[in-house]
């Protein structure tokens, strides 16, 4: 079975600082990654996803992630965190018969000035 | 904008009641899924459609049922709710049902049952 496991449901760093929230992933096979971001009161909005084409993966606002297969993982990462960065992280495997997202139990990233 | 249009957008209901929510997906979407997410179980995958036809139940529970209908648009009927029922319920589109697909999220709907 595919599962995903972030590290940490909640991490701080300051304004300017490196973002790195951690995601490992079980599976037997490669998946196919995800991460999305939810603001407050708002829905998920896709930042990257891994389909096995490249191991880098450039996300939207400045965000990527590496498929590391060695370590089973995908973390994100951020060089520069901003403000409008705060929000709940959630990675994602696509797994089942039709697909569906598997989702982890999220991250909470509040970014201090 | 994802493009997923869920109503409503807030639900305020009493224990026993029915509610149904509704979703129109993405243009050209083919695929619907249903999520739903509360502080204590997380986001939780319902059920999935394609096409009109029901395709993979997650956990959802007898006392909640769904469908597709012929224009995709697909509805969540919830019954018998009970306080625990309280959470956000997303709806999900995408193309098709490939590994690898961008699922689409609305904005969900919020549901409170008092």
């Known amino acids: 079975a595919q599962s995903v496991t972030q590290l940490g449901s909640h991490v701080s760093v300051s304004e300017g600082a490196l973002v790195l929230l951690r995601c490992n992933y079980s599976?037997?096979?490669?998946?196919?990654l995800f991460w999305y971001v939810q603001y407050p009161n708002q829905g998920l909005q896709l930042l990257l996803k891994?389909?096995?084409?490249?191991?880098l993966v450039k996300g939207i606002n400045g965000f990527e992630a590496e498929f590391k297969k060695s370590e089973t993982s995908f973390h994100l990462t951020k060089p520069s965190a901003h403000m409008s960065d705060a929000a709940e992280y959630f990675c994602a495997v696509s797994k089942g018969s039709a697909r569906q997202l598997t989702f982890g139990s999220g991250t909470q990233l509040t970014v201090l000035p | 904008d994802s493009g997923v249009t869920q109503t409503p957008k807030h639900l305020i209901t009493a224990t026993g009641q029915r509610v149904t929510l509704r979703c129109s997906p993405r243009?050209?979407?083919?695929?619907v899924y249903w999520y739903q997410q509360s502080l204590d179980q997380g986001l939780q995958f319902l059920i999935q459609?394609?096409?009109?036809?029901?395709?993979a139940k997650g956990n959802i529970l007898e006392r909640f049922s769904a469908q597709q209908f012929p224009d995709l648009h697909s509805e969540l009927n919830l019954s018998s709710l009970e306080l625990g029922d309280s959470a956000l319920y997303f709806c999900?589109?995408?193309?098709?049902?490939?590994?690898?697909?961008?699922?689409?999220f609305g904005e969900g709907s919020w549901l409170t049952v008092v």
């Open positions: 243009s050209g979407d083919l695929s």
């Open positions: 599976s037997s096979v490669p998946p196919y």
């Open positions: 891994y389909t096995s084409a490249a191991t």
């Open positions: 999900a589109s995408s193309v098709s049902e490939s590994s690898g697909n961008t699922i689409y």
């Open positions: 459609y394609y096409n009109g036809e029901e395709r």
